[in-house]
């Protein structure tokens, strides 16, 4: 075990300093400060339920390591619901209830939202495959593309 | 006003039931604020992680704990000796499925190891990695038995015997006969056969298996922070296999993220930690990773059956035999047994259909596998898959549609209540009317012309069918009368509160499928208040009325109609109120909208809100003798059948790719009979995730053992389940057919998704395939499976 060094990470906007083990996840690292909407369903980088932004792009919480963000801005769900980025498709998930056990739903929200800062219009093939680094097991997924969906055609009507 | 020609409640112009309303809980799950077990933190909390078995078989000669022991942040380290003395084992037997034997299980294992996987050493530390740490550190000593495996030698006589006090390696063999089979047979103008292998599979559940044990020395009492469907039961098995006080045991069940079956049994490791709580004094958590969930959540399926069916020349189905064979792991598993899914397999097969002579012969074998029970469909998938496997092979033998093969044979309209060769009663089913409408959606005569102009381009699409009938609202009948301490009944009082709004408590639990919708929008209707004034406790054992859970499909049926009572109770006893307070008579009140209004006019005469001050406040200002009951309790037992059964009607259109043996699925239509739809767009995502649990197994999940039984894909990345790009957009209709068993006459959903798509999958992978002449019947339907059909391979 190697010692720990001490790191800071803007999380949300606030800086976050601790010294933590290198081995220590950027995901367990939030959890550990408080911010548990970042889940671990798989820890080997395959699910999507850790998914959060660093520096403005997704990335898997379960296989980025917290020493490697030292100095770099991470937003999780709590900081997108804070902001205001995601509360459309927030809203346009409640409504196509396109979440049942809630457990992916922050990482498929963040995923979402990269794809529609990307491209304005996405087909429902797009969609699809662009969520497909996300599993859900309640939805089928059907209602999750509904709601994106109707959330790209929103965004570009107001573009 | 006579009683009968009262309007029900639920017919009212403002009611909430048949309407989708949004649920209550979704915003705090879409803002990442669920609590999930593994978002709790207790002081003095430890963590816990196993040295797992990784031997299929094996004898324990030495445990050397010590360098675990001396490693940083360890607090203690356990092998079953070291809680033998605070827990017991248990056995997963249940009285009425007679036979049925299974071995004494234990929290850790007790000298032998019987699967790969299995929790040998729990060790407990201030980290969950530290506790990794230490547990590699410990070092077991294993001599290796031979492996019991294949299912299909199980039970040969040179094969060892798993548990030998068991005597063999038979856990329950059932056999049901009816009618004359052999005469069927032999006066049929078509008789067709087949051997269908269902593949193991599991639930992977988003959140993993959670547990959090908190044990306080000063008063004896245990509360645990679980991630289950039915808390009630939870708290009961924790209680007696710890050797403490029912009634100080306490289950706090919060968000639960997805559960499917998985979360309704006991696991060795979550005893483990209740006992090592017990030890310690302190929390303890437990959270599965990915890799301990795919050894040791419960598997399902892995079933070989061997049927055959007998029609005469109209198409009618005369009679089915078959033999089930289904390996289940070296334990049936505890309370709920691992015989239920045969018995539903026995049960289910040809469910929709007259015919009268029924045979099968179902056995359930031990093997040195993961242990595999009751999941999302529980039997029905291969009994629906089996059934309409067998009407495609009429259908094709005598040169006939399928679709007119499953009418010609569905039972009659006129002929319910209707038993079956397997002694199954069946209230009332739609079967006519969900295939009419069906067919009618899908556009049944487009999609065969097309079907045939494509085959000229060598395009290869597949129509497949599947009828079904799935058990919901079940009776005591199925774990009360064996001895299993799982409630039937469920409970749900609601309270009227000062505000005016109402809090509802129930014994039903919410996993995602909109439990606590479903009664919100009952018990505001019953009442008469806004739904935004309705609040929904679930999941607490020291708040909710005793229940349950959620399982069998009978949250809603059940549950529901405990709520609608419940608030009708409350509703007559706001009555009583308001009539004192106005000087009026009961029945020429009502309650709409929050307010006590004139029954006759709909005018206003009180707010609850005020009704709700009086009542609470300012009982000095009621008239004498009257006081106000604002708590209604009422709780519900099916009883007049055994299981109140739905129907429903599937279709898939898929493409199969015959050079690459890749299956596109292009559509997938449900017309579903749930009885009253309480909330359609909750039926609808019932139906479609319960549609993708059953399409991920048909052509993508299996767990592959080796031959000495390890596990070969046990990891996210091995294991394939749907993703978004692979999945079709899924069109869900309804018929609706109220049970006449509740007043609310809601039935189950949440399975039958899950029962009819491997069957409509395979059916129109078959479809597709006819012009080569072939027939697959290996489930999951892999691309080296078809191409190996073709002859490709």
């Known amino acids: 075990m190697t010692s720990p060094i001490a790191i800071t990470i803007r999380v949300n906007g606030e800086p976050a300093s601790r010294a933590v083990e290198p081995r220590l996840s950027l995901a367990d690292f939030l959890r550990a400060e408080g911010y548990t909407g970042t889940h671990l369903g798989c820890e080997h980088g395959v699910c999507g339920a850790c998914t959060v932004r660093v520096e403005g792009r997704t990335a898997r919480g379960c296989l980025t390591l917290a020493i490697q963000c030292d100095g770099l801005e991470v937003e999780t769900i709590e900081g997108a619901t804070g902001n205001g980025r995601v509360a459309d498709l927030q809203e346009a998930f409640i409504e196509n209830n396109a979440l049942q056990c809630g457990f992916c739903t922050p990482g498929m929200l963040l995923t979402a939202d990269e794809l529609l800062q990307d491209t304005l219009s996405p087909s429902r093939t797009e969609i699809r495959e662009h969520l497909s680094g996300n599993y859900c097991r309640c939805t089928g997924y059907q209602s999750i593309v509904d709601a994106v969906e109707q959330v790209a055609r929103k965004r570009a009507e107001r573009s | ?793």
């Open chain 2, 1 to 793: 006003m006579n009683e009968h020609l009262k309007p029900s409640v639920l017919d009212q112009p403002n009611s909430y039931v048949g309407k989708t309303v949004r649920r209550p809980n979704a915003k705090r799950l879409v803002q990442g604020q669920g609590t999930f077990v593994d978002d709790i933190e207790l002081p003095r909390m430890v963590h816990l992680a196993f040295h797992r078995s990784s031997f299929a078989h094996a004898k324990i000669v030495s445990i050397d704990t010590q360098g675990a022991l001396a490693m940083p942040g360890v607090v203690g380290v356990f092998t079953m000796d070291d809680i033998r003395e605070v827990i017991t084992p248990w056995v997963g037997v249940l009285d009425h499925l007679k036979g049925i034997k299974s071995a004494e299980q234990w929290p850790l294992a007790n000298g032998k190891v019987f699967w790969q996987g299995e929790p040998v050493v729990a060790v407990a530390a201030v980290s969950r990695a530290l506790a990794e740490d230490a547990a590699e550190q410990i070092f077991v000593e294993y001599e290796e038995l031979t492996p019991v495996t294949d299912m299909s030698t199980a039970l040969a006589p040179d094969t060892p015997v798993i548990h030998p006090e068991l005597g063999d390696n038979l856990c329950f063999h059932r056999v049901v006969d009816s009618g004359d089979v052999d005469a069927a047979f032999a006066d049929a103008a078509a008789v067709v056969e087949d051997t269908l292998h269902f593949n193991r599979h599991t639930g992977v559940a988003m959140e993993p298996r959670s547990i959090i044990c908190d044990y306080r020395t000063a008063e004896g009492e245990l509360t645990l922070y679980m991630s289950v469907q039915c808390p009630h039961m939870s708290k009961n098995i924790f209680a007696k296999h710890l050797g403490i006080d029912e009634n100080k045991v306490r289950v706090i069940c919060k968000d639960v993220g997805g559960s499917f079956g998985l979360k309704i049994h006991t696991y060795s490791d979550e005893m483990a930690a209740g006992a090592i709580a017990v030890v310690l004094g302190r929390p303890v958590k437990f959270i599965a990773d990915r890799l301990e969930s795919f050894v040791t959540d419960i598997h399902a399926r892995d079933h070989l059956v061997k049927a055959r069916a007998a029609f005469n020349s109209r198409g009618e189905l005369l009679a089915i035999d078959m033999d089930d064979l289904t390996g289940v792991g070296p334990y049936s598993v505890y309370p709920r047994t691992s015989g239920i899914e045969l018995n539903q397999v026995v049960n289910l097969t040809g469910g929709p259909y007259k015919h009268t002579s029924y045979r099968a012969d179902g056995k359930v074998v031990f093997q040195n596998k993961n242990v595999m029970c009751q999941y999302r469909g529980v039997g029905h998938p291969i009994a629906v898959a089996v059934g309409e496997h067998l009407m495609d092979l009429g259908a094709r033998k005598l040169a006939m549609d399928p679709v007119a093969v499953r009418r010609n044979s569905f039972i009659p309209d006129d002929a319910y209540p209707y038993t079956s060769p397997s002694g199954s009663i069946y209230e009332r089913q739609s079967h006519h009317q969900c295939m009419d409408k069906l067919i009618e959606i899908m556009d049944y005569a487009g999609l065969r012309s097309e079907q045939a102009r494509m085959r000229d381009r060598k395009t290869y699409r597949g129509i497949g069918f599947a009828s079904l009938i799935e058990v919901t609202n079940p009776s005591p009948a199925f774990y009360g009368v064996g001895g299993a301490r799982i409630a039937s009944q469920d409970g749900c009082t609601i309270r009227l509160d000062p505000t005016g709004g109402i809090t509802a408590t129930t014994g039903v639990t919410e996993q995602g499928q909109g439990t606590e919708t479903i009664i919100a929008q009952v018990a505001a209707t019953a009442v008469g208040v806004p739904i935004e004034q309705v609040r929904v406790l679930t999941g607490d054992t020291e708040i909710v009325p005793y229940g349950g859970g959620t399982w069998a499909s009978r949250g809603a049926g059940i549950g529901g109609e405990a709520a609608l009572q419940a608030g009708k109770a409350l509703k007559a006893n706001i009555l009583d109120l308001a009539a004192a307070i106005l000087q009026a008579k009961p029945d020429q009140l009502d309650v709409r909208g929050g307010a006590v209004v004139d029954l006759a006019t709909g005018n206003e005469r009180m707010p609850l809100s005020e009704l709700g001050r009086i009542a609470y406040f300012r009982g000095d200002t009621l008239p004498e003798g009257v006081q106000p009951e604002l708590v209604a309790t009422r709780h519900y037992t099916q009883r007049q059948f055994p299981f109140v059964f739905t129907n429903a009607a599937h279709a898939c259109h898929l493409e199969v790719d015959v050079e690459t043996g890749l299956v596109n699925l292009l559509n997938y239509w449900v017309v579903e009979d749930c009885g009253r739809v309480i909330n359609p767009k909750l039926v609808a995502e019932q139906t479609r995730g319960g549609v993708v649990q059953g399409l991920g197994p048909a052509l993508y999940e299996e767990c592959l053992y080796s031959q000495e039984g390890q596990l070969l894909n046990g990891s996210l990345a091995d294991y394939l389940v749907p993703m978004a790009a692979e999945m079709p957009d899924i069109v869900v209709d309804h018929i609706e057919t109220p049970t006449g068993t509740s007043e609310l006459g809601a039935k189950g959903v949440g399975e039958a998704g899950t029962a009819g798509a491997p069957a409509a999958v395979m059916n129109a992978i078959n479809d597709a395939l006819g012009p080569f002449g072939v027939t697959l019947t290996h489930m999951p339907f892999t691309p080296d499976k078809i191409l190996k059909g073709l002859g490709k391979a």
